[in-house]
């Protein structure tokens, strides 16, 4: 149906006494004054699908504004027509080509006459037709032989309705009014229920209702022990079909053998289907089996599972731990530690722990009682202690051992350990050793090494000493020296370091400024890069946190830019260059990935702003349909680059100054070197929501996956950045999609882009469109609605703004051109309901030869500015 509205202000001199003549024998009954109701009574019934016509006369008024309200809205059809009968008296018709329940309701015309609104009397349109459901019975799950009841409930006019039950295929019972409940004292089987409506137009049948019969649950399975230690255990399982009746609780039956004497029973509220058992004896074999319980009652067992828990740690520590000095280390001796029982088991190897008060500690681990340590420095005081171990952990510690520097030999452990001579000796003499050397060298030269410089020159001729000072190399008053970020001191590959050689920028060319976003990996703040000319550019630096220091967080960081390097489309994010921040010595420098700077940041946010933003604004259906094309086009680029992007969605597309998209955010892409697909091999951070069904199935990703979630991002564009999936947890996503379900249709999404969408979501991925045809489809999408805008939709012009522009010199502006299918914005509405025009006249492109100059004028004006803004 062309929806068009037509107001037609004739300007004839003798053809128009002909058609006041003309009208005068139409309606001989019109009112000389006064706004009135004609040709229909008060109250008006109709039967559903048939078309209605309304129609009121107002005279006295030259040019009059004649609006239609319905139940308290302006209605603006696309079927309203305006005539005039002399040069003061007019006539308006709204048709209503098929009715619906939604057109019923009171009507009334006004029309405002010196700054006050006169209104019409009223008339009351009725729609009947067959019954509407507002209760359709539900579908249930029942024990057998239980009673239970179904609720259906149906709506004229006309009235009274009538309810028939069916069971099967046999009616139930006599006819009830509607709103009508069976009682039912149960089944023995599933059975199906529905109900029919009766009125004088007609009937309607609801919908099937199964009732289902519970049952007792089935066994569960896949029974595991996890986590095992000596005295706990934890146990999973994965529950059976619950019979149709929620699982309350699950039953986990421990006995020493399979069918043996049962040492625990643990009942467990369920979910999870998981319990941990506690008191258990070390290095004991065991056998579980689970049930779980509904309201029937419990399942059988699942089949026994053996395990054995592990045995104790070692209860003793080394007794008698000393230390001996020797001119090659450090010996440290201890007792044999002997297990107590059994359930220990077999001692291990020995573990020796020590540390210096400089911050240097090691661990050491030997099979005898005596270790030898090399790695550690006499000049400093070390402190050590030792434990046995097996195959369940290590025991207690010994005792710490101190050994000083300023002592030949450390503390010999307890009170009744034996004390070596030989360390006491050794040490003396290297303590005699070292000060003689020591004072040789002050008396030959006396300087002192300042964090500056050198400080007290040679002593001269009498003795005395000469104070100089020569400066160190360089030294930083405000913090500890900065060095030279280099790609080699990042430790990446070299494979990396190869492809961002020419792409590296130094620091000292670009300035940071404003932060322009966060994460929780990083940052991306505007900055101003200075170019060979000496010209500025403004830049977005994409840079990770300062405290991610990990060498593998920074090559996966820095992957991104070497992806972005290849890639050369205008729709396609391009890299300007890879910097490094340098920060103090020892410390990783940080990476910065340098990007064009997009204006309008990321459409998501765009989309939101939009729609529920500070001051929201109106986004063109053309300029959406644009959006899709733009991804499409640089989609295609990267799949015929032999690239899957991962993570395509409207956050991830960025909005240049010219309203231009660009795919980016290429942390997730692979290139596909062999074969058409790449299969996730680690865990990571993944969009659930936009993933295809074999990547959340298999971690499978190829050109089909990306084309999926292309079509999720068309669906957030659609929706102005609502979320997708709104209420369904990413755990659920999965189970959701595989059941067949799909996201619904956008309101004011047109059938031919949710058909696109819904192509892209097929789960057969090689039934999916390519981008190539998905961009081909869009653009041929958008080429109708700019063909049908300049030459079948009436353009809507203020003709009074226009003029007061155009006196003033300047343009139309956008809110006084829409397109023709229902508001200023382009969107459509239906018949009834939507927001009133303050439009003064229609102007039709191609209409009748005889409109007036003035007409076609300012026709041609709203149409060059209505191409101006698709």
């Not at 006295?60 to 004649?66: A, S, V």
């Not at 006004?110 to 019954?131: H, K």
Request: glycine share 8%.
């Amino acid at each position: 149906r062309l929806r068009l509205r037509l107001r037609l202000r004739l300007r004839l001199r003798l053809p128009q006494l002909l058609l006041a003549g003309l009208a005068a024998l139409l309606f001989p009954e019109l009112p000389a004054v006064g706004l009135k109701l004609i040709g229909a009574p008060l109250k008006l019934t109709v039967s559903q699908g048939q078309p209605v016509k309304l129609n009121c006369s107002v005279e006295g008024l030259e040019d009059p504004e004649i609006q239609w309200v319905k139940d308290g809205a302006l209605v603006q059809s696309v079927d309203q027509v305006y005539i005039p009968i002399s040069e003061q008296h007019w006539i308006g018709f709204l048709s209503l080509k098929s009715v619906d329940r939604s057109d019923a309701g009171r009507y009334w015309c006004q029309v405002e006459d010196g700054g006050e609104t006169e209104t019409s009397q009223p008339v009351w349109l009725t729609v009947e037709g067959v019954p509407y459901f507002t209760v359709e019975p539900e579908d249930l799950t029942v024990p057998p032989n239980a009673p239970f009841q179904l609720s259906c409930e149906a709506v004229g006019p006309p009235e009274p309705v009538t309810i028939f039950w069916w069971r099967g295929g046999t009616r139930v019972g006599g006819p009830a009014l509607s709103p009508s409940i069976l009682n039912v004292t149960g089944v023995t089987q599933s059975t199906v229920f529905s109900c029919e409506a009766h009125n004088l137009k007609g009937l309607a049948s609801s919908r099937p209702a199964t009732v289902y019969l519970q049952a007792l649950p089935a066994a569960p399975s896949n029974v595991t022990v996890t986590r095992l230690s000596s005295n706990n255990a934890s146990v999973a399982w994965i529950p059976g079909s619950d019979g149709r009746a929620l699982l309350h609780s699950c039953t986990v039956q421990v006995t020493e053998a399979p069918g043996g004497w049962e040492v625990l029973a643990v009942v467990v509220p369920v979910p999870p289907f998981s319990c941990l058992l506690r008191g258990l004896e070390p290095a004991t074999n065991y056998s579980l089996r689970v049930r779980c319980t509904n309201a029937l009652g419990p399942s059988p067992y699942a089949d026994w599972v053996p395990f054995q828990t592990q045995g104790l740690a070692p209860s003793s520590a080394p007794q008698n731990l000393h230390a001996i000095r020797t001119d090659y280390g450090l010996i440290l001796e201890w007792e044999e530690v002997i297990p107590e029982g059994s359930s220990e088991g077999p001692l291990g190897p020995y573990r020796i722990s020590w540390v210096q008060e400089n911050g240097t500690q090691g661990e050491l681990t030997v099979l005898g009682t005596r270790a030898n340590l090399t790695g550690w420095d006499p000049l400093k005081d070390l402190t050590a202690r030792v434990c046995v171990s097996n195959e369940v952990g290590c025991g207690p510690w010994s005792q710490p051992v101190l050994v000083s520097y300023r002592d030949h030999a450390g503390q010999q452990g307890p009170p009744h350990s034996r004390t070596s001579w030989v360390p006491v000796v050794l040490g003396i003499l290297t303590a005699l050793v070292t000060a003689a050397a020591l004072a040789l060298i002050l008396l030959r030269k006396r300087r002192k090494e300042t964090r500056f410089g050198q400080a007290f020159d040679s002593v001269m001729a009498r003795g005395e000493p000469a104070v100089h000072f020569r400066a160190a190399r360089s030294f930083n008053r405000e913090g500890p020296e900065r060095i030279e970020a280099t790609l080699d001191s990042l430790g990446i590959s070299d494979e990396l370091k190869d492809k961002l050689e020419d792409v590296l920028i130094p620091e000292q060319r670009f300035t940071l400024g404003r932060m322009l976003g966060k994460g929780e990996f990083g940052s991306v703040r505007e900055a101003q890069l200075k170019q060979e000319d000496g010209s500025f550019e403004k830049v977005a630096v994409k840079m990770l946190k300062a405290d991610i220091i990990n060498s593998s967080d920074i090559e996966e960081f820095l992957r991104e830019a070497a992806c972005m390097k290849e890639f050369d489309h205008p729709h396609v994010a391009k890299l300007v260059g890879v910097s490094l921040r340098s920060r103090a010595k020892g410390r990783l420098p940080i990476p910065m990935v340098i990007l064009p700077f997009m204006k309008h940041g990321d459409l998501h946010a765009f989309l939101l702003a939009s729609r529920i933003g500070e001051n929201p604004f109106n986004l063109p259906l053309q300029t959406l349909i644009r959006f899709m094309v733009d991804i499409a086009s640089g989609m295609e680029y990267l799949s015929s680059q032999n690239f899957i992007h991962r993570d395509l969605a409207a956050r991830n597309c960025m909005l240049a100054e010219d309203m231009t998209v660009c795919v980016a955010d290429f942390g997730l892409s692979r290139k596909i070197y062999s074969g058409d697909y790449y299969r996730q091999g680690c865990a990571s951070k993944l969009p659930v929501k936009w993933l295809a069904l074999e990547s959340l199935a298999d971690n499978l990703y190829t050109v089909h996956s990306d084309v999926w979630a292309f079509g999720v991002t068309m669906w957030e564009i659609m929706t102005r950045g609502q979320t997708p999936y709104a209420g369904i947890e990413n755990a659920e996503i999965y189970n959701y999609l595989i059941s067949g379900n799909r996201l619904k249709q956008p309101p004011e999404c047109l059938e031919e882009v949710y058909e696109l969408m819904y192509q892209c979501w097929c789960s057969d991925p090689k039934q999916r469109p390519s981008f190539t045809t998905l961009r081909m489809e869009l653009e041929e999408i958008l080429g109708r609605m700019s063909v049908l805008s300049a030459s079948q939709d009436p353009l809507y012009i203020n003709i009074e703004r226009a003029e007061e522009q155009a006196e003033g010199g300047g343009q139309l502006g956008g809110d006084q051109v829409i397109s023709g299918n229902g508001d200023r914005n382009g969107n459509g509405t239906g018949s009834v309901g939507g927001i009133p025009s303050d439009y003064r006249y229609i102007l039709s492109p191609g209409g009748p030869a005889e409109q007036s100059g003035e007409q076609q004028s300012e026709g041609a004006c709203g149409e060059a500015q209505r191409r101006r803004l698709l």
